[in-house]
Structure formats: C-alpha cells, structure tokens
Nanobody, 132 residues
Framework: QVELMESGGGSVQAGGSTRLSCTTS????????MGWFRQAPGKEREGVVG????????YYDASVKGRFTVTQDNTKNTMYLQMNSLKPEDTATYYC?????????????????????????WGQGTQVTVSS
C-alpha cells in the first residue's frame, strides 16, 4: 500500500519560514510526478508546486514562485518544501500528492496544464498558519 506521510508546518509570523516534508513508502518505482497542493478555508484545493522525481524538473505556481523551493532526497524517498517569505494568504492545509499512474516520463510537465488532475495519491495534510 502506497503511503505519503507529511510532517512540518505549524504557525509562523509573516515573513518567516517553515519546511514541509513528505515521505513516500510502499511504491517500488522511482520516476513519477509529485507535488504540493493547498486548501485555504472556504476555497478549493489548488496545486502550487510540481516536481518530476526522475530528473528533478519543477513547476511553481506564480503565487509561490521565488518564495517556495521543492527539493528531494531520493535516498530517503522524501520531498521537501521550503517556504520562505510567508504571507498570511499562504495559510492553508498543505497536501503532498503523487501521480503514480500517469507515466514515466509524464505526457505533460508535472504541475502544468491538466497535470493536477492526474494526482491520485495523497498525504493526510498539514496545517500552515501565517499570522500578520
């Protein structure tokens, strides 16, 4: 059984930083799309960062580009999201996700266009609250 286990997050002041981690277990293959989504209260879940584990190609939504950085440690099957210069509007539940059946390499860059709909495996979510 594939599992995505998140950690990190919490409460932080505006302008501060925090880091999220996501560890994948139970999946024998190494090349697939992973990403981070977030859902703020009263809003739909949105994809903000995509990464292809095969070559590290990344995609950032304009709302986080330049502030968030995704990295991966393939030896630990772990993806990290470094979140800097946080804003109150970044407050949300953050979900780690993977597109495990979309192909390797995928037909579209991870995170672009219709790729968000291909993410089919989810972590439990972790809260990030940014106070002004």
């Amino acid at each position: 059984q594939v599992e995505l286990m998140e950690s990190g997050g919490g409460s932080v002041q505006a302008g501060g930083s925090t880091r999220l981690s996501c560890t994948t277990s139970g999946y024998p293959y190494s090349n697939y799309c992973m990403g981070w989504f977030r859902q703020a209260p009263g809003k739909e879940r949105e994809g903000v960062v995509g990464v292809y584990t095969g070559d590290g190609t990344t995609y950032y939504d304009a709302s986080v580009k330049g502030r968030f950085t995704v990295t991966q440690d393939n030896t630990k099957n772990t993806m990290y999201l470094q979140m800097n210069s946080l804003k109150p509007e970044d407050t949300a539940t953050y979900y780690c996700a993977a597109a495990l059946t979309w192909g390797a390499p995928p037909p579209l860059p991870c995170g672009e266009g219709g790729s968000w709909a291909e993410y089919n495996t989810w972590g439990q979510g972790t809260q990030v609250t940014v106070s002004s």
